[in-house]
């Protein structure tokens, strides 16, 4: 049983890169949010612009974030997720993109209450919806609700990984570039190892503001995030891309 306490239970780090009103929304989310479980809030913002910065310097004076880290410039989600990962000791590491907004105030305790019900040497995402939450032979429906199986990777945007699991593989590869394939790597890592990879029903969770404000923050630098991703599996001369390689 969990129980109320000074040390966090839950690690979640939100990497950064501009973005205001989407990260406005998930830090106010997460304020109200119970505490059942005890968590930590870690921030580390890519070099974003003045008015996040200063506004995230507000919210951390306030005590919306725990932890507040500021890069001098974009290094890269999975650098900026490792340095939060490592910063707060804790039994469990959350990775919440800053466009992914909570639903309701418990989804702590209802999450790790279905979790309870698989392998605990295991990682925990969000499935995009009902159908690829029952996909895959093995899902059970539990009294706390549906466990699912994932058989290829879990989508990083609102993953759970426990620090057993961490010791063993370790951190989000930080091989690929800006917006690179950090999940798909560690996925698998995971199916290598034989190690479980379970699903929540995603959107009764989470909502994925992901496109609302997606022009601030690739279009107008430019970032072709598209271009990056191929360039994972083909390079640009037609040899195998890195994610491939590896």
Known sequence: EIRLSDTPFLNITMPVFNRLQSTQRVLLALRRTERVIPFSITVVDNGSDADLVQKLVEFKR??????????????????????????????????????????????????????????????????????????????????????????????????????????????WSEDYGLYGAEDGDYGQRMRIAGLPQYYYHGEKFFADTGREDIDDVYTARPVDRAAMSESLFRDGKGGTGLFLLH
């Open 62 to 171: 306030a005590g919306l974030i725990d932890k507040l880290f500021l890069l001098p410039e974009n290094m890269g989600i999975s650098c900026a997720a490792n340095l939060g990962w490592k910063m707060t000791e804790a039994p469990v590491y959350m990775k919440l993109d800053n466009d992914m907004v909570a639903q309701i105030p418990d989804w702590p305790s209802k999450l790790f209450r279905i979790w309870s019900h698989g392998q605990p040497m295991s990682t925990f995402g969000g499935a995009q919806s009902q159908e690829q939450l029952l996909a895959a032979p093995g899902a059970l429906e539990t009294p706390d609700g549906v466990l699912g199986v994932c058989t290829a990777t879990l989508a990083g945007q609102a993953m759970f990984i426990p620090r057993a699991v961490s010791d063993f593989l370790g951190y």
